[in-house]
């Protein structure tokens, strides 16, 4: 199985293990996140996450991710949710 369909056959569990980590090894860096969202994404396939979160191109999308333009709040939620993950927030 080449890099490209592991990460396409990547369960949400296992997506979400790889966000978790990286904030954690990032001391919550909202960038680093980004990044490992964005790399996350590619691996999704761009156009077919754009299309499932509905409102926003794949072009945008990917810039977005990539810090060309701003992001949402709501644009982190959908592509999360299209994943299969939901965001919570803790105590520390």
């Known amino acids: 199985m080449s890099g490209h369909e592991e990460a396409s056959a990547a ?3 296992a ?3 790889r966000l978790q980590a990286c904030l954690q090894d990032n001391d919550g ?3 680093a ?3 490992a969202l964005a ?3 590619e691996n999704h396939g761009l156009v077919t996450l754009a299309a499932e979160c509905g409102g926003v ?3 945008t999308l990917r ?3 990539c810090g060309h333009y701003p992001t949402s709040l709501s644009t982190v939620m959908r592509v999360l949710r299209v994943l299969g993950i939901r965001l919570q ?3 520390r």
Do not use: E, G, N, W
């Open 11 to 13: 369960t949400p569990q």
């Open 89 to 91: 927030v803790q105590a």
């Open 39 to 41: 790399a996350v994404a």
């Open 29 to 31: 860096d909202p960038k």
């Open 63 to 65: 810039r977005q991710l």
């Open 15 to 17: 997506i979400a293990d």
């Open 57 to 59: 191109s794949a072009t």
């Open 33 to 35: 996140f980004i990044d």
